[in-house]
């Protein structure tokens, strides 16, 4: 495969966007150890983990950039992608795809048993996704659908099963991005309407797409309540999440008046994970210091 810059992949994968997903795997990764589920596991099998997700979301990114050149090539604000644009071609785009999705079930092979069972599944929902919007709204979804996926198997990684608290976190992951994912759907709207594509905001209008999107986030908030009251956390977790609340509040508030969709979403997207990341951390903390 011929040299690609980094400046290239990185705005073929949109590495920033990875501020949206890595934090909500660390959380399910640390979660355990905070409230004493299990004792510390293996460093390496830990960065074994997160490098499973980063090959398996340059594999998904790289996917939908090959299945949706045309689309992207007819969007005005998407035909300067890497792959329209010709920067890279098709045929590059797909090695990498193909290096990575590799790549992940060897690193999932290494794991553990399971998570070697769970990851051609994950891998279906990733190539599923790109063609999703052209036949359904609930594409949103489906993308919130793979990030609780990946919550799934990196609570799976640490603990070795799944119960109830780790379903509740990957449903408020899987809420939380498909809402987001509805916000920035806004932008295309009028595009997608015309191409016959198939988005919340599309079929429902601006005003009712807010709407579900604001119904997934106070999903999001009591399912993230539900994971509290299920693994027992204490106060720097709790107050982890009226942060979260607090800036899902003020994200909506600013879609609200007018604000800047892409901005605006960027912003709240990273900070609700990263926050819960912390808190998580802070919980960590007060087991070790606190509680013994």
């Known amino acids: 495969m ?9 705005q073929l994968t ?11 795997i660390l959380t399910a990764a640390l979660l355990p150890l905070a409230t004493g589920m299990v004792d510390a596991p293996p460093f390496l099998r830990f960065i074994v983990g997160i490098t499973a997700f980063i090959a398996a979301r340059t594999a998904g990114m790289c996917f939908n950039r ?33 290096l990575n999705s ?26 599923a996704y790109s063609y999703t919007k052209r036949f359904t709204a609930m594409c949103h979804l489906i993308l919130g659908c793979i990030h609780g996926f990946a919550v799934i198997m990196a609570w799976a990684t640490v603990v070795g099963s799944v119960g109830w608290a780790a379903f ?14 509805i916000v920035y759907a806004l932008q295309d709207r009028d595009f997608d309407r015309q191409e016959g594509l198939h988005s919340i905001p599309a079929a429902l209008g601006v005003g009712r797409s807010l709407l579900v999107a604001r119904t997934l986030h ?15 956390v204490h106060t720097p977790f709790y107050l982890g999440l009226l942060v979260v609340a607090a800036l899902f509040f003020h ?42």
């Open 251 to 292: 994200y909506h508030r600013q879609l609200g008046r007018g604000g800047e969709v892409n901005r605006t979403f960027f912003r709240c997207n990273s900070l609700v994970s990263t926050v819960l990341l912390v808190a998580t951390g802070m919980e960590w903390a007060w087991k070790v210091l606190l509680l013994g």
């Open 168 to 181: 509740c976190l990957a449903g408020a992951v899987m809420t939380s991005i498909a809402g987001m994912d």
């Open 218 to 232: 106070l999903l999001t908030v009591a399912l993230l309540l539900n994971v509290a009251h299920l693994t027992g």
């Open 102 to 127: 590799a790549a992940f079930i060897l690193l999932c092979a290494m794991i553990s048993p399971m998570c070697l069972g769970l990851s051609p599944f994950a891998l279906f929902l990733i190539w």
């Open 14 to 24: 949109l590495i920033e966007q990875s501020l949206f997903g890595l934090p909500w």
């Open 2 to 10: 011929p040299h690609m810059k980094w400046k290239t992949f990185s």
């Open 66 to 98: 090959v299945i949706d050149k045309d689309i992207d090539a007819a969007n005005p604000r998407t035909l300067n992608r890497a792959l329209p644009s010709g920067e890279v071609s098709a045929a590059q785009v797909k090695v990498l795809a193909s």
